[in-house]
């Protein structure tokens, strides 16, 4: 999200060519998705939520096939299949008895390695992926309004990401959570903040002409919850002892390092959409 602002000029931007490459690629992959409908979004979904699952079990020290490794994919696809059913409650339901059923699982395995750390990990998983997935469904299969959500929450969160990179590495200055990660700081998180707040408004004005008074608002809000999920990600690697989440996407590394802010502000544009009304715009 972020840089120090002593590091040399050559060094400070020296994964700014492939974090742009790799942009390119998954960018208009996801709006593409989107603009065209709820099955294709769903089909990203699907293959997004297999990726997610196989690093947070492979992080744990287990295998996607076999159990209790296997437990983590299963209880999402079938949370996620009950959201594409539109039924929310068994959903949240079977995704809170995949946790249940993946913990007490994981209790039974010999304690070595990344197993030694407490059992539970391998089960929150479950909730961490799969909470985001079921919120990523649920807005796209608004068939009015839709679209435009998911859109403004992916340009939202991604202006933030960009704008605190931008801003950390040009202006460094104090940490922002020197404990959790020495690389963000403060100018990051404010220049990430105030591009959610361009960009949140232009794109309220271009997918939803009228009122944007509460677009500015929203934004910030899911700006917010964009950087904490950064922060989250990097406590989690911190607590597994690695770098990144696995080596799938050049200069990103993870697919959960490339998608922790939208795991995180998805829940939330979720309740903004329950609390806006079924058809009517997050930010209205």
Known sequence: MSGPGATPEGKRWRDLRKRVLSA??????????????ATPWTVLMAIGAAILAWEWVHLCGLRTRALPGAAVPLAIFGAGAMAVLEQPVWAVGLLGLGFLLTWVASRGLPRAGRLALPPIRLALGVLYIGVACIALIELRHDNEAGRDNV?????????SDIGAYLAGRAFGGPRL?????????????????????????????????????????????????????DLLESA?????????????????????DRLDGVLAAAPVALLLAIASGQGSPIWR
């Not at 390119?24 to 603009?35: D, F, H, K, T």
């Not at 959610?196 to 794109?203: F, K, N, Q, T």
């Not at 690697?237 to 959960?256: C, E, N, Q």
């Open 24 to 37: 390119l690629v998954l960018g208009p992959s996801a709006l593409a998705c989107v603009w065209l409908g």
């Open 151 to 159: 859109l403004f929450l992916l340009l939202v969160v991604w202006a």
């Open 177 to 229: 959570m020197p404990s959790v990660s020495p690389n963000k700081t403060w100018s990051g998180a404010m220049g990430g903040l105030l591009l959610a707040v361009v960009v949140g408004l232009i794109a309220a004005r271009i997918l939803a002409p009228g009122p944007v008074m509460w677009a500015a608002p929203v934004a910030v809000l899911i700006g917010i919850m964009a950087q904490a999920g």
């Open 236 to 256: 989690i690697k911190r607590h597994f002892a690695v770098k990144d989440t696995s080596s799938l996407i050049p200069g990103h590394g993870g697919l959960l």
